[in-house]
C-alpha cells in the first residue's frame, strides 16, 4: 500500500472513531445490557438478581397477556402498515402535478407528522369522545340525528388507533414517496401515453417498478415502527377496554415500570425484537428488487 492510500486509511479512521464509540456506547452495550437483564429475575424492590436463563423467555411465550398483546399488535401492523403506505402513495401521486397551492397541500400534509404522539392522542381523544367529541358532531350533522359512536369501546377502539396513526404519519412517507415520483423518467410516461396506455397502466407498468426500492424502503419501515406503537394506545385508553388495545410495547412498559419486572419486561422486548427482525426480513426477501435475489 503506498504512503498516500495508508494516509487516507488512517484519516477515515479518525473520522469514523467518534461515531464508532458513540454507537457502542448507546446502541450496542444497551443493547447487550438489555440482554443480560433478561437473563435474571430483576425486581426493583429486591436486592437478591438470581440468575434465571431463559426462564424469562419461557414465561414470556407462555403468558396469555403476552399473547393478547401480540394479537392487538399484529392488527395494528396488518390494518396501519398498507393503509397508511396506499395513503401516503396516493397524496404523493396528487402532489405530484402542478397545479396552485401545490406547496401549501404539501406543508399541510407533512404538518401532522412534526407533532409528538403525546399531543396528537391528546387531540384526537377529544375528538373520539363520545359526548362532546367532534367526529360524532359531525357524523350528527351529517346524519341529521344524534349520533354516538363510542370510538374508544373495545370494538371500536382498534380501529381508532390506526386512523389516528395513519392520520399522524402519512406525511412523512408522502414526501418520500414524491421524491422517488419525481425521479420516474417523463420520457417513459409520454412513450407510454403516445402508444395509448392509460394512466393506471402506466401506473402500474412504469411508476410502480420503477420506485420499488423506495416502496420496500417504506413498507419496512412502516412495519418495525407500527410494530412499537405505544403513545397512541397508553394515552387513549392505557390499553383497555379489556385488554383490547394493550400492544407489546406498553405491557413492557406496564411489566417494567408498572410491576418493575425489569428482567421480564427485558425478555418481551427481545421476543419482540425476534419477531420484528424475521417478520421484515420475510417481507424484505418477498419485495425487494429482482436484481438484488441473486
Not at 59 to 82: E, G, H, S, Y
Not at 272 to 284: G, H, N, S, Y
Request: positive net charge; glycine residues 8%.
Amino acid at each position: 500500500m503506498n504512503p498516500i492510500a495508508r494516509g487516507q486509511g488512517k484519516a477515515a479512521i479518525w473520522f469514523l472513531l467518534p461515531f464508532l464509540i458513540l454507537f457502542a456506547t448507546f446502541v450496542l452495550f444497551p443493547m447487550a445490557y438489555g440482554f443480560w437483564i433478561s437473563l435474571h429475575k430483576w425486581h426493583v424492590l429486591s436486592k437478591d438478581v438470581p440468575f434465571v436463563g431463559m426462564q424469562n423467555y419461557g414465561n414470556v411465550v407462555q403468558d396469555d397477556l403476552f399473547r393478547i398483546a401480540l394479537i392487538r399488535t399484529a392488527l395494528f401492523v396488518l390494518m396501519v402498515v398498507p393503509l397508511g403506505n396506499i395513503v401516503s402513495l396516493a397524496f404523493a401521486v396528487g402532489l405530484n402535478q402542478n397545479f396552485r397551492g401545490v406547496t401549501l397541500f404539501k406543508i399541510a400534509f407533512y404538518l401532522p407528522t412534526l407533532l409528538s404522539v403525546a399531543v396528537v392522542a391528546l387531540v384526537w381523544r377529544w375528538m373520539y369522545s363520545v359526548e362532546y367529541g367532534l367526529l360524532n358532531h359531525v357524523l350528527s350533522d351529517l346524519a341529521r340525528n344524534r349520533v354516538q359512536v363510542p370510538w374508544l369501546s373495545s370494538q371500536w377502539v382498534m380501529p381508532s388507533i390506526v386512523l389516528l396513526s395513519v392520520w399522524w404519519g402519512a406525511g412523512g412517507n408522502m414526501l418520500v414517496y414524491l421524491a422517488a415520483l419525481k425521479a420516474v423518467p417523463k420520457e417513459m410516461m409520454e412513450a407510454a401515453s403516445l402508444d395509448g396506455a392509460s394512466a393506471w397502466k402506466r401506473f402500474w407498468r412504469i411508476v410502480i417498478p420503477t420506485i420499488k426500492p423506495v416502496l420496500l424502503f417504506c413498507l419496512v419501515m412502516s412495519i418495525i415502527g407500527s410494530f412499537q406503537v405505544f403513545g397512541q394506545s397508553y394515552i387513549l385508553t392505557g390499553g383497555g377496554p379489556n385488554y383490547s388495545s394493550l400492544t407489546v410495547v406498553l405491557y413492557m412498559y406496564q411489566m417494567g415500570f408498572g410491576q418493575y419486572q425489569l428482567g421480564y419486561a427485558s425478555a418481551v422486548a427481545y421476543v419482540l425484537f425476534a419477531i420484528v427482525l424475521v417478520f421484515t426480513l420475510v417481507v424484505f426477501r418477498a419485495l425487494r428488487p429482482d436484481g438484488a435475489k441473486r
